[in-house]
Structures are given as structure tokens and as C-alpha cells.
């Protein structure tokens, strides 16, 4: 979604809830603002989000999550609020780092 009005309620709600600079200095990737906005975000934001981007983006925000983007809380929530809207079927759980030493 790139339309102008999407981009700016991306910029507006990424400042309310990104008050950190990434340690690169590069910009977060657009995803990741969607994301930590899914996160993190009110009720009314997340409303916001949903109209102006649309279930399906949102349902791509999540296929491609990186481990760290969702609690387990805002996973659950989202999974099901998009699966039931769409029909998509979304891990259950939320990406997660793996350390396990048999990897190594």
C-alpha cells in the first residue's frame, strides 16, 4: 500500500510508537512500523490501520513478521481478527528467536 494517505497515517502513528532510532540509522522498514503500530497501538489506532491499509495487508504484515515484532498477546489477537475476516489460516504462534545449542 503505498497511497499518500496510507503513508502518512504510517509516519504519524511510527512517531507515537517508535521513540528509539534503529542502531544502523537506517529507517525502520515499513513493515516493521505496521507491525509494532499492531503491537502496541489503541483500539482507535489499530481501527485507523485496518481502514486505511486493509485485512490483506495486515494478513502480509504477519506472514512476514520477523521473531520480536508481536507478543504473544497482539499475536493472538490479530490472528484472530484477520483469520476470521479473510480466511487465512496464521501460525499460531508469533515468530520467536530459537537458541538452541544443537544448532550451533
Not at 497511497?3 to 516493521?32: C, M, T
Not at 479473510?86 to 550451533?104: C, M, S
Request: no cysteine; aromatic share 14%; proline share 4%.
Amino acid at each position: 500500500m503505498t497511497n499518500a494517505a496510507a503513508q502518512s497515517l504510517i509516519d504519524e502513528l511510527g512517531r507515537k510508537y517508535f521513540w528509539w532510532r534503529p542502531v544502523d540509522g537506517s529507517p525502520f522498514s515499513k513493515g516493521r512500523v505496521i507491525a509494532q503500530i499492531m503491537n502496541l497501538g489503541t483500539y482507535d489506532d489499530i481501527l485507523q490501520l485496518e481502514a486505511v491499509l486493509g485485512e490483506a495487508y495486515l494478513v502480509d504484515v504477519m506472514l512476514h513478521a520477523e521473531p520480536g515484532w508481536f507478543s504473544d498477546r497482539s499475536w493472538e489477537f490479530w490472528r484472530g481478527r484477520l483469520s476470521y475476516a479473510t480466511g487465512v489460516v496464521l501460525a499460531e504462534k508469533a515468530p520467536r528467536r530459537a537458541f538452541d545449542a544443537a544448532t550451533l
